[in-house]
């Protein structure tokens, strides 16, 4: 049903933007995690995941039924590609391996671990050893075992794992349809996270190098992608996603803004007169990108300030099992 589930909501997005498929589950990805965030404010996280499923299942079967005709090429260009192939893959043989797994490092029983549990199975933020982060990527593997029916340390991973390979699938975009190329860009996907193996990546559901990856997506997206509509719904999720992202997401996100907006003025200058490039369109997209970072983290703090009471009950509860 998982499985379902997302490719209908990539299914979705590749009609959207006109793009093939792997390009297009990062963007299922970032807009559920979006929505359950937006949704946890007024206390629906749970109705929401059901909301999301169905929302996914009737774009997904839409934009298939506008491409039922024979002659249309939907189906061949942009959804039966080597990325679909290989997300499959991942999904499964990490569905596999990852569903029984136990999660032993130290921060999943001080935090990741019970922040998620507890989330589970009081569909809020809200856990006995407080809001330390903010909710991504706990968002995401919420969504995956209340889909599943069941909360498992596995799932933690399999989900960290799927939204970290969804990142790095566009890659094939570059490939020009050449089977070695697909073959070589095959392995550089599976074998980047390895990179970070210190950041227990396969065995733990720790974000840090999701924040690596997601960061390095969003900048050679913004550099090299030429679909404008599917870049600046790439790059406003991201951000969001990534200021969402441990308590230092946030100046993580301003760094990536700052590297683009240095990017634009540098590539811009003896072009055109200083005054020009500041009021440039590529310019307001940066201050616009910021503005968006500073706006999710005062809106985390908001939840932090709206629901302080109930953080403060499940503080002292906590304590009094310590005592006990």
């Known amino acids: 049903m998982l499985y379902i589930i997302l490719c209908m909501g990539s299914i979705f997005w590749a009609d959207r933007y006109h793009k093939k498929i792997e390009n297009c589950f990062v963007l299922t990805f970032l807009s559920t995690m979006l929505i359950l965030y937006i949704a946890s404010f007024l206390n629906l996280l749970e109705a929401a995941v059901w909301g999301i499923a169905m929302f996914w299942i009737l774009l997904g079967g839409h934009a298939l039924w506008r491409h039922?005709?024979?002659?249309?090429?939907?189906?061949?260009?942009?959804v039966a590609t080597?990325?679909?192939l290989l997300f499959t893959i991942l999904f499964f043989v990490f569905l596999v391996f990852s569903f029984n797994k136990m999660l032993t490092n130290w921060d999943q029983y001080s935090y990741w671990s019970i922040c998620t549990k507890n989330t589970f199975y009081n569909n809020n933020w809200i856990t006995d050893v407080g809001i330390q982060y903010p909710p991504v990527p706990i968002a995401i593997e919420y969504f995956f075992m209340k889909i599943a029916g069941e909360y498992r340390q596995g799932i933690e991973?399999?989900?960290?794992?799927m939204l970290t390979f969804s990142c790095l699938l566009p890659l094939f975009q570059y490939t020009k349809e050449k089977r070695i190329q697909k073959v070589a860009v095959s392995i550089l996907v599976i074998c980047v996270p390895a990179i970070f193996i210190m950041l227990n990546f396969y065995d733990s559901s720790y974000p840090d190098a999701l924040m690596g990856i997601l960061l390095g997506f969003m900048l050679s997206t913004y550099l090299l992608e030429e679909n404008k509509d599917y870049r600046k719904t790439v790059l406003i999720m991201s951000f969001i996603a990534l200021?969402?992202?441990?308590?230092?997401?946030?100046?993580i996100a301003i760094i990536g803004v700052m590297i683009l907006l240095f990017y634009e003025i540098l590539s811009q200058?003896?072009?055109?007169?200083?005054?020009?490039i500041i009021t440039s369109k590529r310019i307001k997209t940066c201050?616009?990108?910021?503005?968006?970072?500073?706006?999710?983290?005062?809106?985390?703090?908001g939840y932090q300030t709206f629901y302080s009471g109930d953080l403060k009950q499940a503080s002292t509860q906590a304590i009094r099992r310590r005592k006990r």
């Open 287 to 301: 201050m616009l990108l910021l503005l968006i970072v500073i706006g999710t983290f005062i809106s985390w703090k």
């Open 243 to 251: 200021t969402l992202m441990k308590s230092t997401g946030v100046f």
């Open 68 to 78: 039922r005709k024979k002659e249309d090429l939907f189906l061949q260009q942009q």
């Open 157 to 161: 991973a399999f989900a960290l794992q």
């Open 82 to 84: 080597t990325g679909f």
């Open 269 to 276: 200058k003896g072009k055109k007169p200083f005054r020009k």
